[in-house]
DNA sequence: AGCTGATCATAA
DNA sequence: TTATGATCAGCT
């Protein structure tokens, strides 16, 4: 099971067959042990479910499934299905904003075909009795293309322009540019207001939980 | 309760 | 150092 998927066929398949397993089941599988600190192996899930369905990429910057142009993502949601969290994207990058547009950007990459596997993870759950579900292939509608778009624009404009610091997770109806370091005293460069190089937070992009709420309650939609 | 800013482990 | 996988935890 470790090999890469083929086809899409045979990726939806295998997510197909991890459906309804718990974490330690899916564990047993593999054969990988479970986390003695949950808290701390915070990425232990995504992991699992990669090394399950045969991810290659590694922590290349590329998509999980480069094949087949599919990037993988666990979601956490409740009892209700609704995402617990926002869902990391990819990296920012502060030094390279002028002139980058949207359709070259790998925020796009990314979330052109997304293998969405939601996974029953309430905090009060322990890791190993949380439960895979079933797996959408997802790709963005015109409107939520069109809301992405618009949100990365306004966001690299303001890095573009020097104005990185001023952007908060408060900006973007559906993608938010937020810290992603071990800690906030991690520093990269960036530009600043006079074109200056200067020291800031590296950042990533981030999808809200409620664009991803939508995203599966419109699935479930065209389901019934 | 939900959200924002902070944080943890690991690989190349 | 920068990327991957993300969730934690305090504040509003």
């Known amino acids: 099971m470790n090999n890469a998927p083929q086809s899409i066929t045979e990726l939806l398949e295998r997510a197909q067959a991890i459906a309804g397993l718990s974490l330690q089941e899916l564990a047993n599988q593999v054969q990988i042990e479970l986390p003695l600190n949950a808290k701390k192996e915070k990425g232990w899930t995504g992991q699992l479910i990669e090394l399950s369905l045969g991810a290659t990429a590694g922590s290349k910057p590329i998509q999980d499934f480069p094949q087949l142009g599919v990037e993988l993502k666990s979601l956490p949601i409740d009892r209700s ?15 390279h904003a002028h002139g980058e547009t949207w359709q070259q950007s790998s925020v796009r990459n990314k979330l ?111 389901l019934s």
């Open 112 to 222: 052109s075909h997304v293998l969405w596997v939601p996974v029953l993870a309430e905090r009060s759950i322990p890791i190993a009795q949380r439960i895979i579900g079933h797996a959408l292939l997802w790709s963005p509608d015109k409107e939520e293309e069109a809301t992405l778009r618009q949100d990365w624009e306004e966001l690299m404009e303001a890095v573009a322009f020097g104005r990185v610091d001023e952007i908060t997770a408060r900006h973007g109806q559906a993608l938010q540019l937020r810290p992603k370091a071990a800690n906030s005293k991690v520093r990269t460069q960036a530009y600043g207001r006079d074109g200056q190089l200067i020291e800031t937070l590296p950042r990533g992009f981030y999808l809200r939980r409620s664009f991803t709420q939508a995203l599966l309650e419109k699935h479930f939609a065209n």
């Open 81 to 95: 299905g609704r995402p617990l969290e926002s869902t990391y994207v990819c990296m920012t990058q502060l030094l």
